[in-house]
């Protein structure tokens, strides 16, 4: 055997399956279970939110089908408008009837959004209260979401000498390339959305009702959005070339960490009242 050998050798090679079991002809994948699992955990805390601002559990799930709605539809549209715009190009129509296409974390916050203003709009919530209510839901969401990539070898990250760095055999095979070395980006942004998740949970517990308009939705957009900013910069290039200084992830970011900067900033003056009060 010779160094090189040795060397791949000292890594963990990822050859599990996708499948989690078969039932009958249908295949029930991790992915599945872990999207199903984020819509479940998402409802709890979205209806936990709402009772607690005194409205009822049927303006609650109201907005659940749009949530889900918001997500599937643009999670997809977005993998094909940002990662795969020639596809567009050549075939416009495609969008809406080619779902076999990959899954934009950032095409399905997109969806939420349009999902919230629709949802503030019939309801009578203002839109940045809806948008608190659901930030401490979204993180764990995209927890299970990346766990998913993890079983499916996807969304590697770039080549790595680091202890704990994987060999995604299934992905390496599918690019023609040999046994490599890579960083688990999506275990990264698994321990982000809990991070980011713990921090919105903390402030929720010590706030509760009190919180300004705005905190919530303030710290999720530049908190998670600044840390997937970060983590690009380890994750193997999608659509943009090696020589071009960002990643389309870093690019798709940048509008969600200025609007979240500037909801701190416009309402710190409430936030820094708030916990004067506090002291």
């Known amino acids: 055997m010779n160094e090189a050998n040795r060397h791949i050798d000292t890594f963990w090679t990822h050859d599990l399956s996708p499948i989690f079991f078969h039932l009958g002809p249908f295949e029930v994948r991790y992915y599945?279970?872990?999207?199903?699992?984020?819509?479940?955990?998402?409802?709890?805390?979205?209806?936990?939110?709402?009772?607690r601002a005194g409205r009822d559990e049927a303006t609650a799930n109201a907005f659940l089908w749009m949530a889900i709605a918001g997500i599937i539809v643009g999670g997809h549209l977005g993998s094909t408008l940002f990662y795969e715009p020639w596809q567009f190009i050549l075939n416009p129509m495609q969008v809406f009837t080619h779902w076999r296409s990959g899954f934009a974390s950032h095409g399905a916050a997109m969806g939420?959004?349009?999902a919230l203003w629709i949802f503030s709009r019939r309801?009578?919530?203002?839109?940045?209260?809806a948008c608190d209510r659901?930030?401490?839901a979204i993180p764990l969401g995209t927890s299970c979401i990346r766990l998913g990539n993890f079983f499916n070898a996807e969304i590697v990250g770039r080549p790595t000498d680091i202890p704990w760095a994987i060999i995604f055999s299934s992905y390496d095979k599918l690019m023609g390339l040999p046994p490599t070395p890579r960083h688990p980006t999506q275990i990264y942004e698994m321990l982000v959305g809990?991070?980011?998740?713990?921090?919105?949970?903390?402030?929720?517990?010590?706030?509760g009702e009190r919180r300004p308009h705005g905190l919530m939705a303030?710290?999720?957009?530049?908190?998670?959005?600044?840390?997937?900013?970060?983590?690009?910069?380890?994750?193997?290039?999608?659509?943009l070339s090696a020589s071009f200084p960002l990643t389309m992830g870093q690019i798709l970011s940048i509008p969600f960490i200025i609007a979240g900067m500037a909801i701190l900033i416009k309402h710190g003056k409430g936030f820094s009242?708030?916990?004067?009060?506090?002291?």
């Open 218 to 239: 303030g710290l999720f957009l530049a908190g998670y959005f600044s840390l997937r900013f970060f983590l690009e910069f380890f994750k193997e290039y999608q659509v």
């Open 123 to 129: 309801y009578k919530m203002p839109m940045l209260e």
């Open 134 to 136: 659901l930030s401490i």
């Open 32 to 51: 599945g279970i872990l999207f199903a699992a984020m819509l479940v955990i998402g409802s709890c805390l979205w209806r936990s939110q709402i009772l």
């Open 194 to 207: 809990i991070i980011v998740f713990v921090l919105l949970y903390i402030v929720d517990r010590k706030l």
């Open 112 to 114: 939420l959004l349009a």
């Open 273 to 279: 009242c708030l916990l004067h009060k506090e002291q």
